[in-house]
């Protein structure tokens, strides 16, 4: 059935009437977790020197991603068997209680532990948000809804960043974590009393062992994750075996022929992998690259990256003009071409005596890419998705991102702490990282086409 075109007041329609609170609500909660997630990128610097974990800077991003992986996909299942109402309830509380935990944490392990109670919280809000544009606004409205989604990162990383770098280096990183729990409050207030019209559902035929998938592909990841940090032959084994587990493991929790890129569904899922996994994963050592080679402040290195979030806002304003019923493989694809474009770039930040602001635009171009891409990839997955398997498809997209993270985080990880080992991390390494980062962005450009169905489908 094709959808009618968004009238012109489609987007006003988001903000009033019975759509209004939950849009509000949404992007309340949203722009809280963006925060957090951007604050924490920011701070991680100062946060690893004081608890002298240098060595293991990616853990505190690839436990989160990992523990999300897990409850995605929980989440994803619970959905499509009760609504969103009581997930996303849960998945708050998780995430709140991580903060707490991370925010208090005297060593490592425990701060890794905060952060995985918060990735476990964070990918069941995710997949429940998702279903909630599903099931609350029409499809006409549906572009809209996910570009305000992306909108909500908007704030948080122009503010974010400023006020995350002022914390640790005046106050104490562990006020970004402390913050959570009090402007959680009002998106509660507003947002929960009103998902019970959304409840029911059909509980997946399937569920037992796509949560046993889950579990396994965790598993998986937690292995590569700690065997290429040990960086000795033990290690590269556990690593090895970790990526076996999560190769067999997700092929029970995407759809159909995604490891081989099949066309339509398939294809569309597994774009948001290679995005994700090059730009999330580059953007763990942009402050810590300028912090380290160029000497500025955690403040200023906060500053670069808040630099990126109106032009993320514009190309997901962009996509949000193109009708529902487009086809989205074409805008992907460019917004895959100028992440990776954009991430190339960055090593003239450290290589040349150019200002450090200048990494500031090559991260905003890159932003604009995702901002283009993103909402597009949602928009392309629901459009071809069965209205009971919404649910599924959404964990599915946010598994896709998890794994492509964490293997990538992995691959750079073990390039930074191999470069710790021998000394000290380089101007080369950090050129390295980022040039391995943007190639798998494209990667993810050259198969962009595939997310058009085929006409035989």
């Given at each position: 059935m094709t959808a009618t075109p968004a009238e012109p007041g489609a987007a006003p329609a988001l903000w009033r009437g019975e759509h209004g609170p939950v849009t509000i609500g949404i992007v309340s909660l949203i722009t809280l977790m963006a925060f957090e997630g951007i604050g924490t990128a920011t701070a991680m610097p100062v946060i690893a020197r004081e608890l002298d974990a240098l060595g293991a800077y990616t853990w505190a991003f690839s436990g989160f991603v990992m523990a999300s992986l897990l409850s995605m996909v929980a989440g994803g299942l619970w959905c499509d068997a009760a609504g969103p109402r009581r997930p996303l309830v849960a998945g708050v509380a998780a995430f709140v209680a991580g903060a707490l935990v991370a925010g208090f944490a005297p060593t490592l392990p425990v701060l890794v532990g905060g952060r995985i109670l918060q990735g476990l919280g964070a990918g069941v809000v995710i997949v429940a948000t998702y279903v909630l544009i599903a099931r609350a606004y029409p499809e006409e409205l549906r572009p809209k809804a996910f570009s305000v989604l992306s909108a909500a990162?908007?704030?948080?990383?122009?503010?974010?960043?400023?006020?995350?770098?002022?914390?640790?280096?005046?106050?104490?990183?562990?006020?970004?974590?402390?913050?959570?729990?009090?402007?959680?409050?009002?998106?509660?207030?507003?947002?929960?009393?009103?998902?019970?019209?959304?409840?029911?559902?059909?509980?997946?035929?399937?569920?037992?062992?796509?949560?046993?998938?889950?579990?396994?592909?965790?598993?998986?990841?937690?292995?590569?994750?700690?065997?290429?940090?040990?960086?000795?032959?033990?290690?590269?084994?556990?690593?090895?075996?970790?990526?076996?587990?999560?190769?067999?493991?997700?092929?029970?929790?995407?759809?159909?022929?995604?490891?081989?890129?099949?066309?339509?569904?398939?294809?569309?899922?597994?774009?948001?992998?290679?995005?994700?996994?090059?730009?999330?994963?580059?953007?763990?050592?942009?402050?810590?690259?300028?912090?380290?080679?160029?000497?500025?402040?955690t403040t200023a290195a906060g500053l670069i990256l808040a630099m990126s979030a109106a032009f993320w806002s514009v190309g997901s304003f962009a996509q949000s003009r193109l009708p529902a019923e487009l086809d989205r493989a074409a805008a992907v694809r460019l917004g895959a071409v100028i992440v990776a474009v954009a991430i190339a770039s960055l090593p003239i930040s450290i290589v040349t005596s150019l200002p450090p602001w200048v990494a500031g635009v090559s991260w905003a171009v890159g932003a604009l890419g995702m901002g283009l891409a993103f909402p597009s990839i949602a928009v392309q997955v629901m459009r071809l998705s069965p209205v009971e398997d919404q649910g599924m498809n959404s964990a599915a997209i946010q598994v896709t991102d998890s794994v492509f993270c964490v293997l990538v985080l992995c691959v750079l990880g073990f390039g930074h702490a191999l470069a710790v080992a021998s000394g000290g991390a380089t101007v080369a390494t950090y050129v390295l990282l980022w040039l391995a980062a943007a190639a798998v962005a494209g990667v993810g450009a050259l198969v962009a086409g595939r997310m058009k169905p085929s006409l035989s489908a």
């Open positions: 990162w908007v704030i948080p990383a122009l503010v974010g960043p400023l006020i995350a770098g002022w914390l640790a280096d005046s106050v104490t990183w562990r006020a970004v974590f402390w913050l959570v729990p009090l402007f959680v409050i009002p998106p509660v207030l507003l947002l929960f009393p009103r998902l019970g019209a959304f409840d029911g559902g059909v509980p997946q035929p399937h569920a037992r062992p796509r949560l046993i998938a889950g579990v396994v592909a965790a598993v998986g990841l937690l292995a590569c994750q700690d065997g290429v940090l040990r960086l000795s032959v033990l290690g590269g084994l556990e690593a090895v075996v970790g990526l076996v587990l999560v190769a067999v493991s997700v092929r029970r929790l995407l759809p159909a022929g995604a490891l081989r890129m099949r066309r339509g569904l398939a294809s569309s899922v597994m774009m948001r992998g290679f995005l994700a996994g090059s730009f999330f994963a580059a953007e763990v050592f942009v402050p810590l690259a300028l912090i380290e080679t160029r000497g500025i402040s």
